[in-house]
């Protein structure tokens, strides 16, 4: 039997390699690890920082923000216009959320929603200030000092606005799905869930002379919000390996948005009670439908990028923007840029020159109507060409329409129930330009004033154009009033009323006061392009300076009829009586002195 050598029966030359590998690789770590402990050179990550700023810019264009009722609001506008109310001071109070769950602005988005409805009818101007010792800013800070020093007036408002978030309840309802499979050298699972959360914002409308809430001038609504998701998880392993996957999409729908609906909401419903106008006939619309913008995104979507363009260039041409044309415009043309500049801008849209989401879905949201089904469905247009499409319509639903409504059926043969007047139909030739002049007085639709007596008028385009206003007094006297020194350009966004004068500015340039005796006026003409090169010399003077050989406003209208011809430009007159200042009563007799 052979000797044993217990020391080198245990040996393992296999072992022996392994531990010198170990040790290798804990002094490989260590050298690395000795390696990070050094400072790295900054110069080396050069290239690398500069791109930097380049990263830090957004990479999606910013968007105008609206809700279901923005259109509702505009609405609203031309129902006070029409209501010829005076301009009402307004204020609001802090509109809480005493959740905290809710941290948005809800004070500025009821300004947002009182100037959109007051953009036409000049309703309504806010009053803005505010002591609050929390906020020292620079704009209270100095309203302050002014105030205290007799530097400074302000006007008390009629009206404001309070309320709060009145509650937030939170996955009122909550749905829960989970399972899984396990094996061997597999597991899978999966996972849905989703909830819904309640907002409620109650707001009233109060008489800010008594600080008293006027009964009846209230509003509570909700809205629900909610969010959502689902997983799957794939887990398993190859030989000695484990592998892991995990993909899922969720989606939440903030409150922001939501809030903004509720105050735009509210905002409508108190003032349309308040001014007694039919506020309802702005909540009807097919635009406040809650899918309506999702609705159009999948039509723009099923469109190529030249369908769009060329579907938001018809629009434009039948909106009066664009210029009819026979072959198809360019996409990249100046010509369509600055045509959706200005429809971009009269829409109080982020104005980019290009057709995205948001110009699409403006352009086209006047030729959407419901369809007998109760859908919405395209009037005279369909989303993968831009040709318009002809529809011979149901003889019952054409009797069921209004009067007022166009003939045409959108895509897929859906029968259209409400349909869109025939001035906005798509592919059709645009509504003439029009020029609405009105004298704002206290006393509405006044046709006589005395001497010495100021004169207010507003002027609203329908379409963006260049505008220029003259005044003629019973003397013979011409003088140009827009343009001037105070507003040196003549662009005006359509649908915006120009004060004349700017009652509402410090500063307005200059005032009308009714001169002599007998018929005054003011004419306006406006023009797509700035025209004051092509007319006489004569016209183009210094504004709020007589013009010589023209002392009437007739003669005014012949010379743009003769540099612009009888196509080129709108025009449109107001006038009204000049009468000699009533005497002041006499004073009454003393009475006699007694003996």
């Known amino acids: ?209 008594t600080r008293t809430l006027i009964p009846g001038l209230d509003s509570a609504n909700e809205v629900v919000i909610g969010n959502g998701g689902q997983g799957v998880d794939l887990a398993g392993r190859i030989g000695t390996y484990g592998v892991q996957f995990n993909v899922g999409r969720d989606y939440t729908q903030g409150s922001g948005g939501a809030v903004r609906t509720l105050v735009d909401l509210a905002t409508i419903e108190l003032i349309g009670k308040w001014a007694r106008v039919p506020y309802w006939q702005c909540l009807t619309l097919e635009q406040n439908h809650p899918d309506f913008q999702r609705q159009l995104r999948d039509w723009f979507d099923e469109g190529s990028p030249a ?39 009269d829409n109080g849209m982020v104005v980019t020159g290009v057709v995205d989401f948001p110009t699409y879905e403006r352009a086209l949201r006047n030729f959407v109507g419901l369809s007998a089904q109760g859908t919405l469905a395209r009037i005279g247009w369909a989303s993968t060409h831009a040709e318009p499409v002809v529809q011979v319509a149901d003889a019952a639903a054409t009797a069921a329409a209004p009067p007022t409504s166009a003939p045409g059926t959108p895509a897929r043969g859906a029968k259209v129930v409400t349909q869109v007047p025939p001035a906005l139909q798509y592919g059709a030739p645009p509504p003439p330009r029009t020029i609405d002049l009105q004298i704002e007085n206290v006393l509405l639709e006044r046709t006589a004033f005395e001497v010495g007596e100021q004169i207010f008028l507003s002027a609203t385009v329908s379409r963006a154009s260049y505008l ?19 507003n040196p350009t003549g662009w005006v966004s359509a649908n915006h009323a120009i004060r004349i004068p700017d009652w509402m500015s410090p500063n307005p340039g200059f005032i009308m006061d009714a001169a002599s005796p007998g018929t005054e006026g003011i004419a306006c003409f406006a023009t797509d392009e700035d025209s004051t090169p092509l007319l006489p010399e004569e016209l183009r003077g210094p504004p709020l300076k007589p013009l010589k050989n023209y002392p009437t406003l007739e003669r005014v209208n012949e010379a743009f009829a003769a540099a612009l011809g009888t196509e080129g430009y709108t025009g449109n007159a107001v006038y009204w009586h000049v009468v000699p200042r009533r005497p002041v009563a006499a004073a009454a007799a003393q009475p006699a002195a007694r003996k």
């Open 307 to 345: 369908v769009r363009t060329q579907l938001v260039a018809r629009s434009l041409s039948s909106q009066g923007y664009l210029a009819p044309s026979a072959t198809p415009v360019p996409d990249h043309s100046p010509v369509l840029r600055g045509a959706l500049a200005r429809f971009q801008a």
């Open 1 to 209: 039997m052979p000797p044993f050598n217990l020391g080198q029966a245990g040996a393992d030359p296999r072992g022996a390699t392994g531990a010198h590998r170990t040790t290798l690789w804990v002094l490989l770590l260590a050298l690395g690890l000795s390696g990070c402990a050094t400072p790295r050179d900054p110069r080396k990550d050069q290239e690398f920082q500069a791109l930097a700023s380049i990263t830090d810019r957004p990479v999606v264009r910013p968007t105008r923000s609206i809700s279901s009722f923005s259109d509702s609001l505009m609405c609203m506008d031309h129902l006070l216009r029409d209501a010829q109310l005076p301009t009402t001071l307004i204020t609001s109070k802090q509109i809480p959320d005493y959740s905290t769950r809710v941290t948005v602005g809800t004070k500025d988005m009821v300004i947002t929603a009182l100037s959109q409805m007051s953009r036409l009818s000049n309703a309504f101007r806010f009053v803005d200030y505010e002591v609050d010792i929390a906020r020292q800013d620079t704009v209270q800070n100095l309203t302050t000092i002014l105030l205290n020093n007799n530097q400074m007036q302000l006007q008390r408002p009629a009206l404001y606005l309070s309320g709060s978030i009145s509650f937030v309840d939170q996955n009122v309802i909550n749905n829960r799905f989970d399972t899984g499979l396990s094996g061997p050298r597999i597991d899978l699972g999966y996972s849905q869930s989703r909830n819904a959360t309640i907002i409620g914002l109650e707001m009233h409308l109060g008489d800010f002379r």
């Open 468 to 486: 220029q206003c003259f005044l003629a007094d019973a003397t013979g006297t011409l003088i140009r009033l827009i343009p001037n020194r105070a």
